[in-house]
Every structure is written in structure tokens, then in C-alpha cells.
């Protein structure tokens, strides 16, 4: 039997260091059936840089998110295309494709 039950998910806070750096934590919330109290574990996710307010992820949360790496230069794309195949399919079918390229013949691309 489990004695204690995660009661929601997960949240984040920020908690300003002495030394000026704002961490970034990851607060868990659980509730102990037995003791009948609410308890919270918090863990440092990553830092918050002071000039653009991005996060800066720690070692240990990259490695949990499975982030294989941390170079800038490494970007990727994605482009949705699926409202189009439909679209596209539905006026083939319907004919509505050549209604409309006779209503407005110079917008066929």
C-alpha cells in the first residue's frame, strides 16, 4: 500500500538566490493518507539568466528530459502539413477546386 499519493501536477517556482541568480524548481505535491498532510518536494529544474529571462536547464534536468545536447547551433524545424492534405483532398473531390479557380483565376498557385 502506498502511503503517499501525488495529488496533482507537477508546478514551477522561482526562488531568488542571495547571490542574485533566480533558480527555477519543479514543486511535486502529495498527500499522506495515513498522516493526513500534504507534503511538497521540490527539485532545481534550471536557472533563470537575468538579461533575456530564458532558462538555462541544469545538467540533471537535461539528462531527464533526454536532451542530447546543449549547442546553441543545433536547431530544428517542423511543418504542419496536415490541414492541407485534407483540404486539398476534399476539394479534389468535391470539384470545389475548379468552382474556385474559375471565380479566381489569378489566385492558383
Same mark, same amino acid.
Given at each position: 500500500?502506498?502511503?503517499?499519493?501525488?495529488?496533482? %501536477?507537477?508546478?514551477?517556482?522561482?526562488? %531568488?538566490?542571495?547571490?542574485?541568480?533566480?533558480?527555477?524548481?519543479?514543486?511535486? &505535491?502529495?498527500?499522506?493518507?495515513?498522516?493526513?498532510? &500534504?507534503?511538497? %518536494?521540490?527539485?532545481?529544474?534550471?536557472?533563470?539568466?537575468?538579461? !533575456?529571462?530564458?532558462?538555462?536547464?541544469?545538467?540533471?534536468?537535461?539528462?531527464?528530459?533526454?536532451?542530447?545536447?546543449?549547442? !546553441?547551433?543545433?536547431?530544428?524545424?517542423?511543418?504542419?502539413?496536415?490541414?492541407?492534405?485534407?483540404?486539398?483532398?476534399? !476539394?479534389?473531390?468535391?470539384?470545389?477546386?475548379?468552382?474556385?479557380?474559375?471565380?479566381?483565376?489569378?489566385? &492558383?498557385?
Amino acid at each position: 500500500m502506498k502511503a503517499m499519493e501525488d495529488t496533482r %501536477k507537477p508546478y514551477r517556482v522561482e526562488h %531568488k538566490h542571495p547571490n542574485g541568480t533566480t533558480y527555477v524548481y519543479e514543486v511535486f &505535491s502529495f498527500w499522506n493518507k495515513e498522516k493526513k498532510q &500534504s507534503y511538497n %518536494k521540490q527539485r532545481c529544474i534550471s536557472k533563470l539568466d537575468p538579461a !533575456t529571462g530564458e532558462l538555462i536547464p541544469n545538467r540533471s534536468h537535461t539528462e531527464r528530459a533526454g536532451i542530447v545536447t546543449s549547442d !546553441t547551433s543545433v536547431t530544428a524545424s517542423s511543418l504542419i502539413v496536415g490541414p492541407t492534405l485534407v483540404l486539398d483532398a476534399v !476539394t479534389k473531390e468535391s470539384g470545389l477546386g475548379k468552382v474556385l479557380d474559375r471565380c479566381f483565376p489569378n489566385t &492558383s498557385g
